[in-house]
């Protein structure tokens, strides 16, 4: 069951990315000039989608890739050119349209499924591969922690998922960053100290058949984020 916390971020991210900051990431998610500041959180987007796409198999020919808080579809787009099935959800709309607009101007191997509404919902079926870039950062340990046990249920081999790591260089930003226009800001994230979320995980009755694979973090400039992945 949904806590309160969790419906009442996820309804503000779902304002945030559908209506308040759409185009300001469908420009991030292009090749057009940005700010410093968001170039910096482009290159580390890029960095990071390109590592959780090498923790997939080269060859996904018959394999079902969840891209979970799929944004504007990169992920995706990269799955289904390696021939994977891919299902693709977001909370907004806005950003669906557009990975799915996008998608339709690039030769694909396999194939993509566009959605609009809840990546932690049962009702997605199964998959070989969970991946969820940068769509939990938003949540509480708790509300995280269920929301990784979620989607650990949704897959048979491997789920990647990435969180924001509680550093001191990451809190300067944060406070440094209000600094800076309303239009250069992301929603605000929730930092967990890595050890205390992996003992989350490690006890986590959900995650019970799963182990603690491969982590990388990735920093460059505003951008700061730690990807696990977790097998079965």
Known sequence: MATATYLKRRDELEAYFDRTASAAWAKLTSDAPVSGIRATV???????????????????????????GCGAGQLSVAAAERGAEVVAIDLSRTLVDL?????????????????VGDMF????????????????????RTDLVSGIEKLAALARQSLLFTFAPRT?????MHTVGKLFPRSDRSPAIQPHPEAALRADLETARGLSNCQIGRSQRITTGFYISHALEITK
Do not use: K, Q
């Open 99 to 115: 990975a799915a607009a996008r998608s339709r101007e690039i030769p694909l191997s396999g194939s993509i499924d566009f959605r």
């Open 121 to 140: 919902s049962p009702e997605l079926g199964e998959f070989d591969h969970v991946v969820a870039m940068d769509s939990v950062i938003h949540y509480n």
């Open 42 to 68: 482009r290159a580390g987007r890029d960095a990071m989608r390109e590592t959780l796409l090498s923790w997939l198999p080269d060859d996904l020919n018959g394999c079902r890739v969840l891209d979970a």
């Open 168 to 172: 001191p260089a990451l809190a300067i």
